[in-house]
């Protein structure tokens, strides 16, 4: 990692596998400039609107035991395997982050802040990253369920930004297609239509419009 400018490792980076994350994780001094770095983020206002929850050693089987109650309240038919593995999600790397969004009274738009808390979700992914680390940053069922946020803590008001799953990659992930910028870039003249990345992606694969305004 050291060998590669930062240009070369952005170009490169991916995230990894969750299944690929061993131990050892970070160490104490490690985690520490980890989230050091993950809060050197722009933050119009300096509102510090993000949080975040450590899950390591015992206290992801803890909090496993949480996501375990709230499937069986959320799902009330489900089978005992599929709880256990529920309670296990947590267990899938030596280090997980729950960065949490919280959006502060003031005058700044909440969609900035709301913004910054994927900034430093990013940034920590970068800063274990930079470290040696493989990180994943997922959402899973359970940043949406209101039974979890609440048995773990944290304000009906407040919304989970993304769990970082942070490991000792055992395997590199492959290279995946990234997007074709001329979809995406409009060099502006005043005239031609602006490219909005409609032919971008996997069309179809995303959420009705509508739903999204439910899962936020
Ligand atoms: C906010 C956010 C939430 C995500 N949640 C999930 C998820 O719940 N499940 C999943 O499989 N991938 C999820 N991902 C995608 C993974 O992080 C995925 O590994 C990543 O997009 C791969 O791209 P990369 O290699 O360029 O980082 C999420 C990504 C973001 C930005």
Redesign the pocket.
């Known amino acids: 990692m050291s060998e590669l400018s930062v240009a070369e490792f952005l170009k490169t980076?991916?995230?990894?596998?969750?299944s690929t994350l061993q131990e050892p994780g970070p160490n104490a001094s490690q985690l520490q400039e980890i989230l050091e770095i993950g809060t050197r983020v722009p933050d119009h206002g300096k509102y510090c609107p993000w949080y975040f929850i450590v899950l390591q050693d015992a206290a992801r089987r803890q909090a496993g035991n949480l996501l375990r109650q709230a499937y069986a309240a959320e799902n009330p038919d489900s089978a005992e395997a599929k709880l256990e593995l529920e309670s296990e999600r947590f267990l899938r790397a030596p280090l997980v982050i729950a960065v949490v969004s919280r959006v502060r009274e003031g005058k700044h738009p909440q969609w900035e802040q709301i913004l910054s808390a994927?900034a430093v979700?990013?940034n920590i992914?970068l800063a274990a990253n930079a470290h040696g680390f493989g990180t994943?940053?997922?959402?899973?069922?359970y940043?949406f369920s209101p039974t979890f946020k609440s048995l773990l803590g944290v304000d009906a008001q407040d919304h989970f930004?993304?769990f970082l799953y942070i490991g000792t990659q055992s395997e590199k992930?492959e290279e995946?297609e990234?997007p074709d910028l001329s979809n995406l870039v409009t060099f502006w003249d005043g005239q031609s239509q602006l490219k909005t990345g409609e032919t971008c992606g996997m069309p179809g694969t995303g959420y009705p419009l509508a739903q999204w305004s439910a899962k936020i």
């Open positions: 980076r991916r995230s990894a596998k969750v994927g979700c990013y992914c994943n940053w997922l959402s899973e069922w940043s930004a993304g992930n995946r990234r």
